[in-house]
């Protein structure tokens, strides 16, 4: 019960600055990081028409993913941001995944993996907001319906920031601390599985095809 | 007036016992009321089927009734047990319980009503598939309980956890914001799962054969709209477990209940309003299945984006925790 | 247990904080779920239009917002500025 809060750090003294490194963090991702280059490996090794079982996977993803983009965007738009939007998706599902092996921890657990992932989606769907629409138009579009109305709009776009980098979070640390306290009050008897299969694989499934879709949906609200 | 920790514990006991199964008995009451008569309307429409359409409300409506019997174990165990710890801060935690399980069954109990009702319409309607219906009800039903479930779990810890060596000024606030937080959330995600549930089984009677894409959509769909009830239950467990330095001014405590008042009303909003975000995708899975896919991601982007205020609540609660 | 004037103060601006944005919370959550309703209702009866009503569903959804955000101004007006 008492390791609920405890994160392992690292501080390092720079010139004045604390700089601190959640090492757990930063391991549990580069570990995702590495099984979804083993995947991309396997994925496209000997490539062929007749595909493979690595392949097959890898051609779902893709396939389904550019599909969505494209609704969403258009044609041209969807070739550009489409293996963003694929790359986001399996980096999140497998993260949400990650907590269901004993011993390893769901990156999006920590605060700081979805709050940079929504940061990111943010940037680049201003980014793409005022390529497309040109600066002038994307400012003025602060000062709609009213001129007095532009702090609140900006504080309106900020919170998306907010509200997609917490809901991933809460739903995952949430989840985890549930199996926690329901395996400690069961005395770890039946039920972790069935939980386990139920916020990791299920909720974490959704959660990150939520986070994706919503990436994409500001994205295609800035351009149009 | 001085009163002893002892009368005191027991005062906070009784009440919250007293919230907790009044509070409770009227989700559950509310939703088999509706089984009922929607059973009712069924018999009527349907005479020869009464044997089966009986049994399906009694089914769907001992299942609504569990919300109700969570909240009356609860407060059988205010009423009669010997708690752990003894200071004043056991008198907030039982109190803190009582509120939990009293407001959180109200949802689930209303909820899991709906699924039990529309069977019995659906059963009229479509008497074939007497058996696909009742599966699809309790599994339906079973997950409208998951909020409910949750208020138990915190009621439960409020009750067995021995918080009498943290400093009583202003622990006491944070247990019964805790209580407050899970149990007021869960009303609107417990109402919302059973919008969906009750849209799934009138859809299966509809259109028998889009069974199985009925179910995953109800499914996700309550799984969403199950968001904000896990936001306050962890803002609860947070209120629970966080140790607050000792400190006499009011505003410290306040800062805590208001964390648990802000979450808990946060909550119910959203809640219903992902529950019916699910229903209008289920209902519509049944009348055009081959939108299907369509329909689950345009309920997923519609139920994330109007969970945002839940999520604005939750970032309120934690910085009245964490920064004030 | 003494209380003075100003924590009096900061009580009540902390506890009206946290009803602000709770209480704020619950229409545009409601408002925003009907919306998404009749989007999926929309698309049900026209699937070849779901472009179009997604982004109609958005901007409904937004607009139905924003007293979900005015009520989060206020609540952190109420913590940092009062």
Same mark, same amino acid.
């Given at each position: 019960m008492e390791d609920l809060g405890k994160i392992h750090q690292l501080i390092i003294h720079l010139g004045g600055y604390d700089i601190t490194l959640n090492l757990e963090v930063i391991l549990m991702t580069w570990i995702v990081i590495g099984m979804l280059t083993l995947f991309g490996y396997l994925a496209t090794r000997r490539a062929g028409l007749v595909p493979r079982q690595f392949?097959?996977?890898?051609?779902?993803?893709?396939?389904?993913?550019?599909?969505?983009?494209?609704?969403?965007?258009?044609?041209?738009?969807?070739?550009?941001?489409?293996?963003?939007?694929?790359?986001?998706?399996?980096?999140?599902?497998?993260?949400?995944?990650?907590?269901?092996?004993?011993?390893?921890?769901?990156?999006?657990?920590?605060?700081?993996?979805?709050?940079?992932?929504?940061?990111?989606?943010?940037?680049?769907?201003?980014?793409?907001?005022?390529?497309?629409?040109?600066?002038?138009?994307?400012?003025?579009?602060?000062?709609?319906?009213?001129?007095f109305m532009a702090p609140l709009n900006i504080i309106g776009e900020l919170s998306k920031i907010v509200s997609i980098s917490f809901r991933l979070f809460g739903n995952i640390m949430g989840g985890a601390i549930i199996i926690l306290v329901v395996s400690h009050l069961t005395y770890s008897i039946v039920l972790p599985p069935l939980l386990n299969a139920f916020f990791g694989l299920f909720v974490g499934t959704i959660q990150a095809f939520v986070f994706t879709m919503l990436t994409v949906v500001y994205i295609s609200v800035q351009v149009k | 007036m001085q009163m002893d920790v002892d009368t005191l514990i027991r005062v906070a006991a009784f009440t919250g016992g007293g919230i907790a199964m009044g509070f409770g008995a009227i989700g559950a009451a509310i939703g088999e009321g509706y089984t009922a008569a929607q059973a009712n309307v069924a018999v009527s429409r349907n005479p020869s089927l009464s044997g089966d359409l009986f049994k399906n409300m009694l089914v769907g409506q001992a299942v609504a009734e569990s919300a109700s019997i969570f909240a009356l174990v609860i407060a059988i165990l205010l009423l009669f047990l010997d708690v752990p710890g003894h200071s004043k801060l056991t008198a907030a935690a039982l109190f803190g319980a009582g509120l939990c399980i009293g407001f959180g069954a109200i949802g689930s109990g209303i909820g899991s009503g709906f699924p039990g009702g529309q069977c019995c319409m659906g059963i009229a309607r479509q008497p074939a598939v007497v058996s696909k219906m009742t599966t699809n009800m309790l599994i339906g039903s079973a997950v409208c309980q998951t909020p409910a479930i949750f208020s138990?779990?915190?009621?439960?810890?409020?009750?067995?956890?021995?918080?009498?060596?943290?400093?009583?000024?202003?622990?006491?606030? $944070? @247990?019964?914001?805790? =209580?407050?937080?899970? *149990?007021?959330?869960? +009303? #609107?995600?417990g109402? /919302?799962? !059973?919008? %969906? &549930?009750?849209?799934?089984?009138?859809?299966?009677?509809?259109?028998?054969?889009?069974?199985?894409?009925?179910?995953?959509?109800?499914?996700?769909?309550?799984?969403?709209?199950?968001?904000?009830?896990?936001?306050?239950?962890?803002?609860?467990?947070?209120?629970?477990?966080?140790?607050?330095?000792?400190?006499?001014?009011?505003?410290?405590?306040? $800062? @805590?209940?208001?964390? =648990?008042?802000?979450? *808990?009303?946060?909550? +119910? #909003?959203?809640?219903? /309003?992902? !529950?019916? %975000? &699910?229903?209008?995708?289920?209902?519509?899975?049944?009348?055009?299945?081959?939108?299907?896919?369509?329909?689950?991601?345009?309920?997923?982007?519609?139920?994330?984006?109007?969970?945002s205020t839940s999520i604005y609540a939750m970032v309120i609660s934690l910085v009245l925790i964490f920064v004030l | 247990m003494a209380i003075e004037g100003v924590d009096i103060v900061k009580a009540a601006a902390f506890l009206g904080a946290g009803i602000s944005m709770g209480l704020g919370a619950i229409g545009p959550g409601v408002g925003e779920g009907m919306v998404a309703a009749k989007a999926c209702e929309a698309i049900g009866k026209n699937p070849k239009e779901a472009g179009l009503l997604t982004r109609t569903m958005l901007v409904g959804q937004a607009v139905s917002e924003s007293t979900g955000i005015y009520s989060l101004v206020i609540a952190l007006l109420l913590l940092f500025v009062v």
């Open positions: 392949q097959v996977l890898g051609e779902i993803f893709v396939g389904v993913f550019f599909k969505i983009t494209e609704d969403a965007l258009d044609k041209e738009r969807a070739e550009k941001y489409g293996p963003l939007v694929v790359a986001l998706f399996m980096f999140l599902m497998l993260s949400n995944w990650l907590g269901i092996i004993p011993h390893l921890e769901e990156p999006t657990k920590d605060l700081n993996t979805p709050f940079a992932l929504g940061i990111m989606g943010f940037v680049i769907a201003h980014y793409a907001g005022i390529r497309s629409k040109g600066f002038k138009a994307y400012i003025n579009e602060y000062f709609q319906p009213m001129f | 138990m779990v915190v009621a439960l810890m409020l009750l067995f956890m021995d918080f009498s060596k943290l400093p009583l000024f202003p622990t006491w606030a $944070a @247990l019964i914001g805790a =209580g407050v937080s899970t *149990g007021l959330a869960a +009303i #609107g995600s109402y /919302g799962g !059973g919008l %969906a &549930a009750g849209a799934s089984c009138e859809g299966l009677a509809r259109q028998p054969e889009a069974g199985s894409n009925l179910t995953t959509t109800m499914l996700v769909g309550q799984a969403v709209a199950q968001t904000p009830s896990i936001f306050g239950l962890l803002i609860s467990f947070i209120l629970i477990f966080k140790t607050f330095p000792e400190s006499t001014s009011l505003s410290a405590a306040m $800062a @805590l209940l208001s964390a =648990g008042i802000c979450m *808990g009303f946060g909550g +119910i #909003g959203p809640g219903i /309003g992902n !529950g019916m %975000a &699910a229903e209008g995708a289920v209902r519509w899975v049944a009348r055009n299945i081959k939108s299907a896919g369509e329909l689950m991601r345009i309920m997923l982007v519609g139920q994330a984006v109007s969970q | -």
